[in-house]
């Protein structure tokens, strides 16, 4: 391999991955405002549970069109382009109108001769967006947290079983978004100075934007009206939420449930009843959970005062009206390669939390007598058995 010095540093000749790119060309954001539909954007979601470690995980593939917002999300165990190939093609044969274009990023499970030759040969007009401009692929970008993060959250999956578990949620959640989850998309973009206005078109469905293309067939129509009139969205909602509570338990055990309660055990009248009051509790999704915080109990740093810490607290037991500033003038005057002021708000913070604990004290000291008290003056107070008898006695 050629090397060449350039500028202190070595410049090695590309491979076939970057004679690859060159010859995908490139698509930014301002190109292509109102396409055909069938122009894809397509990307990966990684669920390795927020902090990325070694390992394979289950992926999501999405694919998003750019003119009606029509959403297609696919599961992989892991990131490979052979499932990327499958995908497009099962796609393809599911999509309502023809496949005309994908876009993607550089990832190397796009950018492989595989892939090239795929879309050459089925005539689909592949391009690429430009290296760490996450804003030329804007439309699945956006679908990447509305939908995929909204649905799965942040959990961890890995496994062929987290994997089909997925896929059946996607399988269900598809048909809610696509026929009956409306969506803003921008219609014109005005810049004022810094000022920038924006304008957006009427929320609709991807349903309706499909059915409103004069590029689709009556035919195709037709059997999307059918197939909408034929669906149940508050149904889909349910199914949805079954298959959320099995991937959540999914993520939290590493493996798949066995056998899980479903909502569809849940009357349809408390089902609608919850709907009403399920804002006031956050987000109601299986998969969105707030993890348990640990209480923060250890010392990330070593204590300043560990030493003189004693000495402190005779000066505040002296003089209890000392400020944190003279008391740390004093360190400073006692050991001046050690304190600066560095230390004088710890210092503040360590004497109010004493002052707090011995106010506490002084307290709960106070009110121990005084109960103390009450309860002896009650004593005192109640005559004893014996002279209730004596005066009984002394009476009769």
């Known amino acids: 391999m050629r090397e060449q010095a350039f500028s202190g ?22 190109d292509g405002n109102d396409p055909l539909p069938g122009y894809l954007e397509v990307d990966f979601v990684e669920h390795c549970g927020g902090t990325k470690i070694d390992g394979d995980f289950v992926h999501s593939f ?22 990327v190939l499958e995908h497009i093609e099962r796609v393809r044969r599911a999509l309502p109108f023809p496949l005309r274009g994908l876009d993607c990023d550089n990832d190397t499970a796009f950018m492989n001769a595989a892939m090239l030759d795929f879309c050459k040969a089925t005539g689909i007009e592949l391009t690429r967006s430009r290296a760490y401009k996450k804003n030329d692929q804007a439309w699945v970008e956006q679908k990447n947290g509305a939908i995929v993060r909204r649905l799965v959250g942040y959990g961890r999956l890995r496994g062929l079983e987290a994997t089909a578990t997925l896929a059946s949620l996607y399988e269900v959640s598809r048909l809610y978004i696509n026929f009956f989850q409306p969506s803003f998309k921008l219609k014109s973009k005005t810049r004022h100075g810094a000022r920038v206005t924006k304008r957006y078109e009427a929320p609709l469905t991807p349903l309706e934007r499909v059915l409103r293309s004069a590029s689709v067939s009556e035919a195709t129509k037709r ?174």
């Open 9 to 30: 540093q070595r410049r090695r000749a590309g491979g076939i991955g970057n004679a690859i790119r060159r010859a995908v060309p490139i698509r930014t954001f301002s």
């Open 223 to 396: 059997r999307l009206r059918a197939q909408f009139r034929a669906l149940d969205p508050l149904d889909l909602l349910r199914r949805m939420r079954d298959a959320q509570q099995r991937v959540a338990e999914c993520s939290a055990s590493g493996v798949a449930p066995t056998e899980t309660k479903t909502s569809a055990q849940v009357p349809l009248a408390d089902f609608l009843t919850s709907l009403g009051t399920a804002w006031q509790a956050g987000e109601v999704r299986p998969t969105h959970h707030r993890k348990a915080r640990v209480p923060h109990d250890w010392r990330t740093r070593e204590d300043p005062f560990e030493h003189t810490w004693p000495k402190i607290q005779q000066w505040l037991e002296a003089e209890p009206g000392i400020t944190a500033q003279k008391l740390h003038e004093r360190l400073t005057s006692m050991a001046p390669t050690m304190y600066s002021g560095a230390q004088l708000r710890t210092l503040q913070r360590r004497v109010k939390v004493w002052r707090s604990n011995r106010a506490r004290e002084l307290v709960t000291r106070i009110l121990g007598d005084a109960d103390a008290m009450t309860a002896g003056a009650a004593t005192l107070r109640q005559p004893s058995l014996q002279n209730i008898r004596t005066v009984t006695i002394t009476r009769e």
């Open 62 to 83: 999405v694919m998003t069109d750019i003119a009606t917002g029509w959403t297609e999300c696919l599961t992989m165990p892991y990131r490979s382009g052979a499932f």
